[in-house]
């Protein structure tokens, strides 16, 4: 694997990280009065950013 294909999937990574992280604190706090929505939509949106991140992996290499 090239340097470049490195940083591009280094930035992928951190890129689909950070948002899903978004994305769980913003429904976490969103949904408060809902604690067990609120947990089962963090864990799906974990769920498909750790997804996206092995199918970006799988597709670059």
């Given at each position: 694997m090239t340097q470049v294909t490195a940083g591009i999937i280094g930035i992928s990574l951190g890129a689909v990280l950070l948002i899903s992280t978004q994305l769980i604190c913003y429904k976490l706090f969103g949904y408060s009065?809902?604690?067990h929505k609120a947990v089962v939509i963090s864990l799906s949106c974990?769920?498909?950013?750790?997804?996206?991140?092995?199918l970006l992996i799988k597709i670059t290499t």
């Open positions: 009065e809902n604690y974990m769920l498909l950013g750790v997804l996206a991140t092995l």
